[in-house]
């Protein structure tokens, strides 16, 4: 005899009723997270205690152990000192000893001047603001900070600081290089507005179809004065022109006149037709919007205007 249980109706919703996916997967997320910190905290104390135990055998290596008599030793043990490193884009300042030679002053630890580099972090500042991090969430796009340790250079202050020298310095650097050997085809200078005041730039085609950025100046206005100075900075660093070279402009009299006052008749000059369409009338820009078709796709089968037909 088959004994047969009653089942109340239930539907389909009923029937897949059951822990909601969130509820699931909220626990593996917060272990994940946990174990990525405690990940990273072991890494942090485990770095910094070779960095320590790196110090410290320098050290030994320059003075001696200590305690230890020595007739022949050239450094002493001086203590510890503080001292800033670059440690996972920030300055973390951790201890480091202090050696000193015996004829006088302070020696210093080939590893504390290879980590005092700062241009680790700079790089690491430089690729985060390029991946579109602002510098006020630098901080928070790093890694967890060191427990224990005093940290600095992670602020929105800081960032800007550093930052502002290095782009400085790497421009400096930019518009001081040589230019020499450069086989240059064609020249395109124009102002840019830049907060309200205007940037000369020089820009150079060479004969492989490269582009290099040669020079800039800053100024008021497109005028003579400065489109020499920048034309003659090029030739002070090694420019040479052999034979005519283009030279692109946009149609300013203040760039005509450099061109002309520095290259010459070596300076074949070039209005843009770019900035030429610009400033044109609206008449001149229907003209010249460019047609699907052949250039005189739009003119076959028509009469010629102001002549009878068949003349």
């Not at 020595?70 to 480091?96: I, N, S, Y």
């Not at 008021?220 to 003659?232: F, G, I, M, R």
């Not at 070279?245 to 074949?268: E, N, P």
Request: aromatic content about 2%; some cysteine; glycine content about 10%.
């Amino acid at each position: 005899m088959t004994k047969r249980t009653a089942r109340a109706p239930r539907t389909q919703a009923q029937n897949a009723a059951g822990l909601a996916p969130g509820h699931l997967v909220e626990p593996m997320l917060a272990g994940m997270t946990t174990t990525r910190q405690h990940l990273l905290a072991w890494v942090h104390a485990h770095g910094l205690a070779a960095l320590d135990a790196l110090f410290r055998e320098e050290a030994v290596a320059l003075a001696g152990p200590k305690g230890r008599h020595q007739a022949q030793r050239t450094h002493h043990h001086w203590g510890t000192a503080a001292t800033e490193l670059t440690f996972g884009g920030r300055r973390v300042q951790v201890r480091r000893p202090r050696v000193r030679p015996t004829t006088g002053g302070e020696a210093t630890l080939p590893s504390v001047a290879a980590f005092r580099d700062r241009d680790p972090l700079t790089a690491r500042m430089m690729q985060q603001l390029l991946a579109g991090v602002s510098m006020r969430d630098y901080d928070g796009s790093l890694e967890a900070r060191p427990s224990g340790r005093a940290t600095r250079g992670s602020s929105k202050s800081a960032v800007s600081r550093t930052v502002v020298r290095r782009t400085r310095q790497r421009l400096h650097e930019h518009l001081a290089r040589r230019l020499d050997g450069l086989e240059v085809v064609a020249l395109f200078m124009d102002g840019v507005v830049v907060a309200q005041q205007t940037v000369i730039v020089a820009l150079a085609i060479t004969r492989d179809g490269g582009k290099v950025p040669l020079g800039l100046r800053l100024g008021s206005t497109e005028n003579a004065v400065v489109c020499t100075e920048l034309l003659q900075d090029l030739l002070v660093r090694g420019l040479t022109l052999e034979g005519r070279v283009l030279c692109v402009i946009d149609g300013g009299k203040g760039l005509r006149k450099a061109l002309g006052d520095v290259f010459g008749d070596a300076a074949v000059i070039q209005r843009c037709q770019l900035h030429k369409g610009r400033t044109s009338t609206p008449s001149y820009r229907r003209r010249a919007k460019p047609t699907s078709g052949p250039p005189c796709a739009g003119r076959i089968g028509r009469p010629v205007r102001g002549r009878r037909a068949g003349s």
